[in-house]
């Protein structure tokens, strides 16, 4: 019995010896690469057919991004002169304190004035 089993192993093996040199393991993966490309494409066409308004909405965006950012100095430049004409220089780019410094500021700002509507003054 053991012979018997020890023979059908061997024998699967040398099948399987036999059967990879047939065909190589590049090109089993090659196979599985195109299968499995093969089968996203499918998926993407059928994807693409049934939200056919995502799809363009999305393509969309990604045109007009790739379009700011191609002509991100330019676009800078204009709002920033846009910014200084309307009087809103610290919104403009470049400005020489960040939103942080200046949220800070202007909650220093509140916290004193109602400090003084309180008529308590500082505390250290």
Known sequence: MRDLAKHLVKR????????????????????RMKEGAEGALD???DFVKDNPGRVG??????????IAWIFREPLSEFFGELFKKLNLEELA?????????????ALDEHASAFAEKLDIGETV
Do not use: C, H, N
Request: glycine share 14%; hydrophobic share 35%.
């Open 12 to 31: 699967d093996v040398e099948y399987i010896k036999g059967d990879v040199e047939q065909k190589g393991l590049a090109s089993r993966f090659a196979d």
């Open 57 to 66: 909405s999305v393509a969309g965006l990604g045109i007009v991004l790739l």
């Open 93 to 105: 780019p470049g400005s020489s304190k960040t939103r942080g410094e200046e949220l800070a500021d």
């Open 43 to 45: 998926e993407s066409r």
